[in-house]
């Protein structure tokens, strides 16, 4: 998936849940990143951030407030 091109870390918020992937250690197959990924209509889920190695997508405020502060 071009969308995780130099991507290390994946973190994936559904409601209070938040999934977290290292991509370098345990990438799953392409089938399992797009169950991750995208929502029920098929689109990326959003929001979807970007911050250097790590890409964040959906809401979770304590991973924002982490990772962005």
């Known amino acids: 998936m071009g ?6 870390k994946l973190l994936v ?3 209070k849940k938040v999934t ?9 197959d392409d089938d399992a990143l797009a169950k991750l990924l ?10 979807t ?3 250097g190695k790590t890409l964040i997508v959906g ?11």
């Open 20 to 28: 977290q992937v290292d991509l370098n250690q345990d990438r799953p």
């Open 13 to 15: 918020a559904k409601g």
């Open 59 to 69: 809401f979770h405020e304590d991973t924002y407030s982490e990772h962005l502060t």
């Open 3 to 8: 969308l995780l091109h130099g991507v290390s």
């Open 49 to 51: 951030l970007r911050r």
């Open 38 to 47: 995208l929502g029920p209509t098929g689109n990326l889920r959003a929001p």
